[in-house]
């Protein structure tokens, strides 16, 4: 299965992603990063601007497709999997938060990021997600301890 030059099933995985991080940012406006550490903090930014493009857009590759039906089903089922499992943690977030459910929120985007470069053979995206990986977990972790570093 090809998609072509976008990837509308990667926009949607997208879009279902930010919602709860918007839903999140809304009724904490106050809250601030903790991280100071400003190489860390632009590695998660560029990691996490550049997937977001990248689930959508096949840059450097021709088109977005599976080498075989096993593949699509398991980038559709993988992803759906990931995405509940995000959103059932962020409703256990929002209940109260630990610093557990914040590194379970910042690898799951990761995962989501990087199995999907991986099955359409992305490789900038999976480039990207594992930057994104990196940068997001140390964020997570300071403003988790509430340390700045």
Not at 73 to 78: D, E, I, P, R, T
Not at 89 to 118: D, E, T
Request: aromatic share 14%; glycine share 6%.
């Amino acid at each position: 299965m090809k998609f072509g030059w976008i990837n509308l099933f990667g926009a949607v995985i997208v879009l279902l992603m930010l919602l709860p991080n918007i839903d999140y940012a809304i009724k904490n406006k106050d809250e601030k990063n903790l991280c100071t550490n400003r190489l860390m903090n632009l590695t998660e930014q560029i990691g996490r601007y550049a997937c977001i493009v990248l689930m959508w857009l096949p840059l450097l590759v021709w088109e977005f497709g599976f080498q075989s039906v096993a593949q699509m089903l398991l980038y559709v089922a993988g992803n759906a999997a990931l995405l509940a499992v995000y959103y059932i943690v962020f409703a256990l977030y929002f209940r109260q938060r630990s610093i557990g459910r914040a590194l379970a929120l910042a690898i799951l985007p990761a995962c989501i990021f990087l199995l999907s470069g991986l099955l359409l053979r992305h490789w900038l995206l999976v480039g990207f997600a594992v930057l994104f990986a990196i940068g997001h977990l140390y964020v997570t972790v300071r403003n988790a301890q509430g340390t700045a570093a």
